[in-house]
C-alpha cells in the first residue's frame, strides 16, 4: 500500500460549523466602487464539513474533491476524482463520483462509472498469483482502494466519447494475501491495476468497462520479501496508479503513469481500443532494462538512485511544441506542491526551467507551479497537488485543477486537514527572464477561478499601492506566508522587495525588480466580503521560487 494515502481511507469526522460569505462585484479599477457587473462571486465556504453528509451531495459544489480530472463533454466540464470524502461521507456509493460545470465555478455531483470492483481485478490478481506459485485470495478477502481516474474526450470511429482510466489498489501482502491491516507477513503490499472504461452518456452515469490495462511491476523478479515495514526499498520498480492520457499531435495514444517508486513509465495504446499497443507480458523481470522494454521506458525520475521517492500523479499536456509535465512532490496531507518540465518529445528528456533533467533525474525541478501558503486574514491551503491541466473549451487559456486541504487544526477541528475542497484557478504562461519573452512556463494564480468579467485594460495607475507578496518557495511542510510589498507612484518597490518595477499592459506583466510577473484580475477569496482584485504570478530561471501577489483594497 502506498502509505502516503492512508489518511484518505481511515478518517473519523466530527462536524464543525461553516461561514458564510458575502458578494462584493466591484471592478478594482473603479475607484468609486460604482461598477456592478452581471456576475457573482462565489459565496461556498471553504470549510464545507456542516454539509459533508451524503444527503447533501447535491449542495456540496467544489467540497469532496481529492485528485481530480477534467474534460469537456456535450457542454460540460465533468470532473471525477479519487474516492476520498470528509468523514468518507461518500463510502458505499459507488466510485469515481463526479462533478459537472458550465463555468468551472458552479459544479452538479454526478455519479460514477460502477458500484463495486470490475470482475476482471480479481480475476487478473489471482491469474498473476497462481503465474508467481501463490495461491488465489478469496474474492470475499480481497481489499479494494479506488483512486486517481483521469478522464479524456476522444474520437473513436468517428463518435466523440469519454475514456477513463482509473486505479484499483489491492490492499493486502503478497505472500499470503492477508490484508494489510493483519500482521506483517515479510513482504509487500500487492500490486495496483489500471482499468478503462468509456462513455457517451456521463450524466447518467452510464459507463461500458473494458477491463484490464496494465498493473505495477517488478525488476526483482519473485523476490518479494521485505524484511520489516521501515523497509521503504520498492518491490515494484512501476507503480500502477496515477495515469495520465494524451493524444500526441501525430495521432498517437500515450498513457503515462506512476507514483513514489521508480518514476514514471510512458505506455503507446492503441488508438481505437484505448488498451496497449505492444504485449506486456508478465509484471516482473530479473532487471530494470528487460522490464522497461515491455512495460514501456522511464521518462522521469524525481531521484535516479531512489527506490521511494516523493513523487507521482503526472499530468501532460501539449502547447506550442512542448510537452509539458506536471507531477506532485511530497506527501499529501501538508507538503504536496507541484512542479512542471517539458520537452519536444513525448518520450523526453523533460527538463526543468535551469535545464535539470528529470529524466535522469539529476534533482528537484522548478518552477514551483504551486505549493502550501497563507495570505493574511485565513487559515491558507496546504496539500495543493495531485493536477489535472486543461484548456477551456473554444479559448486559448488554460486551467490547473486540484484539492486544497485546509491546514490542521483549523477552528478546533483536530480533522480539518481531511477537508479537501476543489481548486481551479487559471494558469498564466511567464517568461524564464526577463531577457527571454518568448520563453513562456506555466504557473497558477494565487487565487481561485472566479469568473471575474474582463473589464479592460489593467493601466498601470491601477497598480500603485500595497500588496500582499508571497515568495513561493519550497518549504517543506511550511506554509510560504505574505508579507507587505508597495509598488509606488514614481516606480520604486518598498516592503518585501526593493528595487524598480515597470508595467507593460498590453501583455499585462509586470517587471518586479528582475522578475517578470503577469497581472489578472481574481476575486479575493480571503476578503469578507469577497471581492474582485488584482494578482499576480511569475517566476525567473535563477529564482527556484515563483512570486505570487495581491492587492490589497
Same mark, same amino acid.
Given at each position: 500500500?502506498?502509505?502516503?494515502?492512508?489518511?484518505?481511507?481511515?478518517?473519523?469526522?466530527?462536524?464543525?460549523?461553516?461561514?458564510?460569505?458575502?458578494?462584493?462585484?466591484?471592478?478594482?479599477?473603479?475607484?468609486?466602487?460604482?461598477?456592478?457587473?452581471?456576475?457573482?462571486?462565489?459565496?461556498?465556504?471553504?470549510?464545507?464539513?456542516?454539509?459533508?453528509?451524503?444527503?447533501?451531495?447535491?449542495?456540496?459544489?467544489?467540497?469532496?474533491?481529492?485528485?481530480?480530472?477534467?474534460?469537456?463533454?456535450?457542454?460540460?466540464?465533468?470532473?471525477?476524482?479519487?474516492?476520498?470524502?470528509?468523514?468518507?461521507?461518500?463510502?458505499?456509493?459507488?466510485?469515481?463520483?463526479?462533478?459537472?460545470?458550465?463555468?468551472?465555478?458552479?459544479?452538479?455531483?454526478?455519479?460514477?462509472?460502477?458500484? $463495486?470492483?470490475?470482475?476482471?481485478?480479481?480475476?487478473?490478481?489471482?491469474?498473476?498469483?497462481?503465474?508467481?506459485?501463490?495461491?488465489?485470495?478469496?474474492?470475499?478477502?480481497?481489499?479494494?482502494?479506488?483512486?486517481?481516474?483521469?478522464?479524456?474526450?476522444?474520437?473513436?470511429?468517428?463518435?466523440?466519447? &469519454?475514456?477513463?482510466?482509473?486505479?484499483?489498489?489491492?490492499?493486502?501482502?503478497?505472500?499470503?494475501?492477508?490484508?494489510?491491516?493483519?500482521?506483517?507477513?515479510?513482504?509487500?503490499?500487492?500490486?495496483?491495476?489500471?482499468?478503462?472504461?468509456?462513455?457517451?452518456?456521463?450524466?447518467?452515469?452510464?459507463?461500458?468497462?473494458?477491463?484490464?490495462?496494465?498493473?505495477?511491476?517488478?525488476?526483482?523478479?519473485?523476490?518479494?520479501?521485505?524484511? /520489516?515495514?521501515?523497509?521503504?526499498?520498492?518491490?515494484?520498480?512501476?507503480?500502477?496508479?496515477?495515469?495520465?492520457?494524451?493524444?500526441?499531435?501525430?495521432?498517437?495514444?500515450?498513457?503515462?503513469?506512476?507514483?513514489?517508486?521508480?518514476?514514471?513509465?510512458?505506455?503507446?495504446?492503441?488508438?481505437?481500443?484505448?488498451?496497449?499497443?505492444?504485449?506486456?507480458?508478465?509484471?516482473?523481470?530479473?532487471?530494470?532494462? $528487460?522490464?522497461?522494454?515491455?512495460?514501456?521506458?522511464?521518462?522521469?525520475?524525481? #531521484?535516479?538512485?531512489?527506490?521511494?521517492?516523493?513523487?507521482?500523479?503526472?499530468?501532460?499536456?501539449?502547447?506550442?511544441?512542448?510537452?509539458? &509535465?506536471?507531477?506532485?512532490?511530497?506527501?499529501?496531507?501538508?507538503?504536496?506542491?507541484?512542479?512542471?518540465?517539458?520537452?519536444?518529445?513525448?518520450?523526453?528528456?523533460?527538463?526543468?526551467?535551469?535545464?535539470?533533467?528529470?529524466?535522469?533525474?539529476?534533482?528537484?525541478?522548478?518552477?514551483?507551479?504551486?505549493?502550501?501558503?497563507?495570505?493574511?486574514?485565513?487559515?491558507?491551503?496546504?496539500?495543493?497537488?495531485?493536477?489535472?491541466?486543461?484548456?477551456?473549451?473554444? #479559448?486559448?487559456?488554460?486551467?490547473?485543477?486540484?484539492?486544497?486541504?485546509?491546514?490542521?487544526?483549523?477552528?478546533?477541528?483536530?480533522? /480539518?486537514?481531511?477537508?479537501?475542497?476543489?481548486?481551479?484557478?487559471?494558469?498564466?504562461?511567464?517568461?524564464?527572464?526577463?531577457?527571454?519573452?518568448?520563453? &513562456?512556463?506555466?504557473?497558477?494564480?494565487?487565487?481561485?477561478?472566479?469568473?471575474?468579467?474582463?473589464?479592460?485594460?489593467? #493601466?498601470?495607475? /491601477?497598480?500603485?499601492?500595497?500588496?500582499?507578496?508571497?515568495?513561493?518557495?519550497?518549504?517543506?511542510?511550511?506554509?510560504?506566508?505574505? #508579507?507587505?510589498?508597495?509598488?509606488?507612484?514614481?516606480?520604486?518597490?518598498?516592503?518585501?522587495?526593493?528595487?524598480?518595477?515597470?508595467?507593460?499592459?498590453?501583455?499585462?506583466?509586470?517587471?518586479?525588480?528582475?522578475?517578470?510577473?503577469?497581472?489578472?484580475?481574481?476575486?479575493?477569496?480571503?476578503?469578507?466580503?469577497?471581492?474582485?482584485?488584482?494578482?499576480?504570478?511569475?517566476?525567473?530561471?535563477?529564482?527556484?521560487?515563483?512570486?505570487?501577489?495581491?492587492?490589497?483594497?
Amino acid at each position: 500500500m502506498n502509505l502516503k494515502y492512508f489518511l484518505i481511507l481511515s478518517l473519523t469526522i466530527t462536524a464543525i460549523s461553516m461561514a458564510g460569505c458575502n458578494n462584493d462585484h466591484t471592478d478594482p479599477d473603479d475607484d468609486d466602487n460604482d461598477t456592478i457587473d452581471a456576475f457573482t462571486i462565489p459565496a461556498y465556504a471553504d470549510d464545507y464539513s456542516s454539509i459533508a453528509s451524503w444527503s447533501d451531495r447535491n449542495i456540496w459544489n467544489l467540497a469532496n474533491v481529492h485528485d481530480p480530472s477534467v474534460a469537456f463533454y456535450d457542454g460540460y466540464y465533468y470532473m471525477y476524482g479519487t474516492d476520498a470524502s470528509y468523514g468518507n461521507a461518500a463510502e458505499g456509493h459507488g466510485h469515481f463520483q463526479g462533478k459537472r460545470s458550465t463555468d468551472l465555478v458552479n459544479w452538479q455531483w454526478v455519479g460514477g462509472p460502477f458500484y $463495486e470492483a470490475p470482475s476482471w481485478v480479481a480475476d487478473s490478481l489471482n491469474a498473476i498469483r497462481s503465474r508467481m506459485g501463490l495461491d488465489a485470495i478469496a474474492r470475499e478477502n480481497i481489499v479494494y482502494g479506488y483512486w486517481a481516474p483521469v478522464v479524456r474526450r476522444v474520437n473513436v470511429g468517428g463518435q466523440e466519447i &469519454l475514456r477513463m482510466y482509473y486505479c484499483i489498489v489491492i490492499q493486502n501482502y503478497i505472500k499470503t494475501g492477508n490484508p494489510i491491516s493483519a500482521s506483517f507477513d515479510g513482504s509487500w503490499s500487492e500490486r495496483a491495476f489500471i482499468g478503462m472504461c468509456e462513455s457517451t452518456d456521463p450524466a447518467g452515469a452510464v459507463w461500458t468497462d473494458k477491463g484490464y490495462i496494465t498493473c505495477s511491476s517488478s525488476d526483482r523478479g519473485l523476490d518479494y520479501t521485505r524484511a /520489516s515495514t521501515n523497509d521503504w526499498s520498492a518491490y515494484f520498480y512501476y507503480n500502477a496508479i496515477d495515469p495520465t492520457y494524451i493524444v500526441a499531435p501525430e495521432g498517437k495514444h500515450y498513457l503515462i503513469y506512476g507514483s513514489w517508486h521508480s518514476g514514471f513509465a510512458l505506455l503507446q495504446l492503441n488508438a481505437a481500443t484505448g488498451k496497449p499497443l505492444n504485449t506486456q507480458g508478465n509484471p516482473w523481470a530479473n532487471s530494470a532494462g $528487460e522490464l522497461t522494454a515491455r512495460y514501456g521506458p522511464r521518462i522521469g525520475t524525481r #531521484t535516479a538512485s531512489s527506490r521511494w521517492q516523493a513523487s507521482e500523479a503526472p499530468e501532460i499536456i501539449f502547447k506550442d511544441g512542448y510537452y509539458y &509535465l506536471f507531477m506532485a512532490y511530497d506527501p499529501l496531507d501538508i507538503p504536496y506542491n507541484t512542479r512542471v518540465v517539458r520537452s519536444t518529445n513525448i518520450e523526453g528528456p523533460y527538463l526543468d526551467i535551469t535545464g535539470r533533467s528529470f529524466t535522469s533525474g539529476s534533482g528537484d525541478c522548478y518552477p514551483i507551479v504551486i505549493h502550501p501558503y497563507k495570505f493574511n486574514l485565513s487559515y491558507g491551503w496546504v496539500g495543493i497537488s495531485h493536477c489535472c491541466i486543461f484548456r477551456k473549451e473554444n #479559448t486559448n487559456e488554460w486551467f490547473y485543477m486540484s484539492q486544497g486541504r485546509l491546514p490542521e487544526n483549523v477552528g478546533g477541528n483536530p480533522y /480539518s486537514n481531511a477537508i479537501m475542497m476543489g481548486h481551479v484557478r487559471r494558469i498564466v504562461w511567464c517568461p524564464a527572464s526577463a531577457g527571454e519573452p518568448d520563453n &513562456l512556463w506555466p504557473v497558477a494564480l494565487p487565487e481561485r477561478y472566479a469568473a471575474v468579467p474582463d473589464w479592460g485594460t489593467i #493601466t498601470r495607475d /491601477s497598480l500603485v499601492g500595497t500588496w500582499e507578496h508571497i515568495n513561493l518557495s519550497y518549504n517543506y511542510r511550511v506554509q510560504n506566508t505574505a #508579507t507587505a510589498l508597495t509598488l509606488n507612484a514614481d516606480g520604486t518597490l518598498s516592503g518585501a522587495l526593493t528595487g524598480n518595477w515597470s508595467y507593460d499592459p498590453t501583455k499585462k506583466q509586470l517587471i518586479l525588480g528582475n522578475v517578470v510577473v503577469c497581472v489578472e484580475r481574481e476575486v479575493d477569496w480571503e476578503a469578507n466580503p469577497r471581492r474582485v482584485t488584482f494578482v499576480y504570478a511569475g517566476t525567473e530561471r535563477n529564482l527556484n521560487a515563483t512570486y505570487w501577489g495581491k492587492k490589497k483594497k
